[in-house]
C-alpha cells in the first residue's frame, strides 16, 4: 500500500460534519495530503470544521476551502491524485467529467431511490416502526433513507396505520419543532412540496402529521397512498426523483416478481431494505436486483458496521469506504515482484522456441490445468 498523493474531498449538507471529516479521516490515515471542501449550506458547520483543521494539521498538510460551488469548480480544475465526492448523482457527473480530464482517480458516493420492501411474513409493527425511523431520522434527508416502500397487499392497511401511529408517537406535536429536523432551506423546501401536488392530482391519499411552521423550514412527514391502479406513479416526480425529505410513498404488490421487475426497472440504488421472514424471498431479492448495500429486517444500521464497505453502483456511486474499506479508498494497492534465483528458470521462455521448449511448455499447460 502506497498513498494515492494529493486528494480533493467535497463534502454534502446533510450531515456536514461527518460526511467531512469520515473520509477525511481515512485519507490522513493512508498518508494522504488533502483539500476539503465542506458545504456552503452549513456555513457555521463549515466554519468549525475549517477551525478544528487549522488546529489539528499544517496547512500544507490539510487545507479547506470554504465558499460555494464557484471554489468546487475550481477545485476541480486541478490536477489531483484522487477525488472522493459526496453528494447527488447530477453533480457527481460532473465530478468525474472534470477527473476524466487529468484520469484522476474518484469515488462518488451518491444516492437515489432505496426501496423497502414488506412481505406478509415480517413483523409488520417492527417494520413500521423501524421505517418510520429510518424515514425521519434528519427529516429524511439521508442518502440511504427508505425511498418508497413495496407493502404486500395482505398487510398493507396494518402497516399505513402503523407506520402513521409510530410517526405520532416519535414526533407528537407538542415537541415536533423541538425533535424534527428542519429542511435544509426554502428552495427544497419548495421542491419537497411540489411532489405531492402531481400525486393528489391523481387521486393519491396523502396524509400529514404534525405542525410545520413555515418559517422554520420544517417539513410534515407525510404518506403518500399509490396503491390505486388508476394512478400513473412511474410518471410522478416521488417516483422517478429521489425524495430526499419526510415523504413516504407506498405501493401495494401481490407477488414479488413485480417488485423485482419494479426495482429492475429504476437505476441501482444505494441501499435496499427487506422486511421479510421467509429465506426465500430474502434469497430473491438479493440475488436478482442490484444495489449498494443490503439490510434485511432494518433500514440504516449497515452505516454503522465498520467492518462492512459503504457505497453505491453506477448510478448510486463508485467505490466504497468506511473502516478499512476507507484505509483502501484513499491507498494504491503497489504490486512489488523481488526476483530470487530460480527466475532464471524463465529462460524457457526465451526464443528461440525448440521442440524441448515447446514439449516443456505444453507439460507446464497440462500441469496447471489439472
Same mark, same amino acid.
Given at each position: 500500500?502506497?498513498?494515492?498523493?494529493?486528494?480533493?474531498?467535497? $463534502?454534502?449538507?446533510?450531515?456536514?460534519?461527518?460526511?467531512?471529516?469520515?473520509?477525511?479521516? $481515512?485519507?490522513?490515515?493512508?498518508?494522504?495530503?488533502?483539500?476539503?471542501?465542506?458545504?456552503?449550506?452549513?456555513?457555521?458547520?463549515?466554519?468549525? +470544521?475549517?477551525? /478544528?483543521?487549522?488546529?489539528?494539521?499544517?496547512?500544507?498538510?490539510? $487545507?479547506?476551502?470554504?465558499?460555494?460551488?464557484?471554489?468546487?469548480?475550481?477545485?476541480?480544475?486541478?490536477?489531483?491524485?484522487? %477525488?472522493?465526492?459526496?453528494?447527488?448523482?447530477?453533480?457527481? @457527473?460532473?465530478?468525474?467529467?472534470? $477527473?476524466?480530464?487529468?484520469?484522476?482517480?474518484?469515488?462518488?458516493?451518491?444516492?437515489?431511490?432505496?426501496?423497502?420492501?414488506?412481505?406478509?411474513?415480517?413483523?409488520?409493527?417492527?417494520?413500521? @416502526?423501524? %421505517?418510520?425511523?429510518?424515514?425521519?431520522?434528519?427529516?429524511?434527508?439521508?442518502?440511504?433513507?427508505?425511498?418508497?416502500?413495496?407493502?404486500?397487499?395482505?398487510?398493507?392497511?396494518?402497516?399505513?396505520?402503523? #407506520? =402513521?401511529?409510530?410517526?405520532?408517537?416519535?414526533?407528537?406535536?407538542?415537541?415536533?419543532?423541538?425533535?424534527?429536523?428542519?429542511?435544509?432551506?426554502?428552495?427544497?423546501?419548495?421542491?419537497?412540496?411540489?411532489?405531492?401536488?402531481?400525486?393528489?392530482?391523481?387521486?393519491?391519499?396523502?396524509?400529514?402529521?404534525?405542525?410545520?411552521?413555515?418559517?422554520?423550514?420544517?417539513?410534515?412527514?407525510?404518506?403518500?397512498?399509490?396503491?390505486?391502479?388508476?394512478?400513473?406513479?412511474?410518471?410522478?416526480?416521488?417516483?422517478?426523483?429521489? /425524495?430526499?425529505? *419526510?415523504?413516504?410513498?407506498?405501493?401495494?404488490?401481490?407477488? +414479488?416478481?413485480?417488485? +423485482?421487475?419494479?426495482?429492475?426497472?429504476?437505476?441501482?440504488?444505494?441501499?435496499?431494505? &427487506?422486511?421479510?421472514?421467509?429465506?426465500?424471498?430474502?434469497?430473491?431479492? &438479493?440475488?436478482?436486483?442490484?444495489?449498494?448495500?443490503?439490510?434485511?429486517?432494518?433500514?440504516?444500521?449497515? =452505516?454503522?458496521?465498520?467492518?462492512?464497505?459503504?457505497?453505491?453502483?453506477?448510478?448510486?456511486?463508485?467505490?466504497? #469506504?468506511?473502516?478499512? #474499506?476507507?484505509?483502501?479508498?484513499?491507498?494504491?494497492?503497489?504490486?512489488?515482484?523481488?526476483?530470487?534465483?530460480?527466475?532464471?528458470?524463465?529462460?524457457?521462455?526465451? *526464443?528461440? #522456441?525448440?521442440?524441448?521448449?515447446?514439449? +516443456?511448455?505444453?507439460?507446464?499447460?497440462?500441469?496447471? &490445468?489439472?
Amino acid at each position: 500500500m502506497e498513498p494515492r498523493g494529493s486528494c480533493l474531498i467535497i $463534502a454534502p449538507w446533510n450531515y456536514p460534519f461527518y460526511l467531512a471529516l469520515a473520509p477525511l479521516v $481515512a485519507a490522513i490515515a493512508a498518508g494522504n495530503t488533502v483539500i476539503l471542501k465542506p458545504s456552503e449550506l452549513t456555513a457555521q458547520t463549515s466554519r468549525l +470544521i475549517a477551525s /478544528i483543521c487549522a488546529e489539528v494539521f499544517p496547512p500544507e498538510h490539510v $487545507a479547506v476551502f470554504l465558499g460555494g460551488k464557484e471554489v468546487s469548480e475550481e477545485l476541480l480544475k486541478l490536477k489531483f491524485d484522487h %477525488i472522493f465526492f459526496t453528494g447527488s448523482t447530477t453533480v457527481g @457527473k460532473l465530478v468525474m467529467r472534470a $477527473a476524466a480530464e487529468n484520469l484522476t482517480t474518484v469515488i462518488l458516493e451518491l444516492g437515489g431511490k432505496s426501496p423497502t420492501v414488506v412481505d406478509s411474513t415480517c413483523d409488520i409493527e417492527w417494520a413500521a @416502526k423501524k %421505517i418510520a425511523w429510518g424515514k425521519s431520522v434528519n427529516a429524511g434527508q439521508t442518502c440511504v433513507a427508505p425511498d418508497y416502500v413495496f407493502v404486500h397487499q395482505s398487510v398493507f392497511e396494518k402497516f399505513r396505520t402503523l #407506520y =402513521l401511529q409510530n410517526i405520532e408517537m416519535f414526533y407528537p406535536a407538542s415537541s415536533f419543532n423541538q425533535d424534527f429536523a428542519r429542511i435544509i432551506n426554502r428552495n427544497h423546501g419548495e421542491r419537497l412540496a411540489s411532489m405531492l401536488a402531481p400525486a393528489e392530482l391523481q387521486g393519491a391519499s396523502t396524509v400529514l402529521k404534525g405542525a410545520a411552521p413555515n418559517h422554520q423550514q420544517r417539513m410534515l412527514p407525510a404518506v403518500v397512498d399509490l396503491r390505486d391502479k388508476k394512478i400513473h406513479f412511474e410518471k410522478l416526480s416521488l417516483m422517478t426523483e429521489e /425524495i430526499f425529505g *419526510p415523504i413516504l410513498p407506498l405501493l401495494c404488490y401481490e407477488n +414479488i416478481e413485480e417488485v +423485482i421487475e419494479a426495482i429492475n426497472f429504476r437505476e441501482k440504488p444505494l441501499a435496499l431494505y &427487506i422486511f421479510s421472514k421467509d429465506k426465500v424471498t430474502q434469497r430473491r431479492l &438479493i440475488e436478482s436486483t442490484s444495489s449498494g448495500g443490503v439490510v434485511v429486517n432494518d433500514v440504516l444500521v449497515h =452505516l454503522l458496521n465498520p467492518n462492512l464497505p459503504f457505497g453505491g453502483v453506477n448510478q448510486s456511486g463508485h467505490g466504497s #469506504y468506511h473502516g478499512y #474499506y476507507g484505509f483502501r479508498a484513499f491507498s494504491h494497492e503497489k504490486a512489488v515482484l523481488r526476483q530470487g534465483i530460480f527466475g532464471r528458470l524463465l529462460a524457457i521462455l526465451f *526464443p528461440p #522456441y525448440t521442440p524441448v521448449k515447446q514439449k +516443456i511448455a505444453e507439460f507446464l499447460v497440462r500441469f496447471r &490445468i489439472h
